[in-house]
């Protein structure tokens, strides 16, 4: 079964840390991974896409490594801000777009 | 640009009644699709257009009907609301399916 499934559920940081945000999928077969993120109240906005042959892609702070092998992604985010509070969605394309049930980001001063 | 805008922002409906919800881009992307958000899971996807006059269902569509008469819209209906519809309500566009998908802000829409 075509699965998306990120870790943590949750997770609460010290603005100015950093954090790294977990995505394992079982889609096949795969064309690209995508990273989202959803301020709340408000539809997703695009942070990075890769194809399988991509490593690494960033997007300013946002950094996305994939492991095609492994089939395993990680969004790193450096310095947080707290406009960084927000659900961050995983999502691996093939013939269709399956979407992870997010992470949910809180950052505090 | 305006990118991907949706109407309306908010909607209350009694369970049997029917409304449209609207959506537009301005980008001239061909690919146009509906996503159903709901607590806990992940986007799902009710139907899909691959370019005008052409639409097909996606992993949810019982209960919904798209339409594509032009590049630009794609209102989704919902024929006889039903409580389980009760969500918020994403369109999102795309040059094509492998590209990065723009969202519009959502409808909330409730059924009582």
Redesign the interface.
Known sequence: KNQ?EQSPQSLIILEGKNCTLQCNYTVSPF??L?WYKQDT??????LT?MTFSENTKSNGRYTATLDADTKQSSLHITASQLSDSASY?CVV?H????????TRLQVFP | NAGVTQTPKFQVLKTGQSMTLQCAQDMNHEYMSWYRQDPGMGLRLIHYSVGAGITDQGEVPNGYNVSRSTTEDFPLRLLSAAPSQTSVYFCASSYSLQDTQYFGPGTRLTVL
Do not use: A, H, Y
Not at chain 1, 41 to 46: A, W, Y
Not at chain 1, 95 to 102: E, S, Y
């Open positions: 998306v064309s690209n995508r109240g408000r539809g997703p906005v695009s896409i969605i394309g013939d269709k777009l399956i979407f992870g049930t997010g």
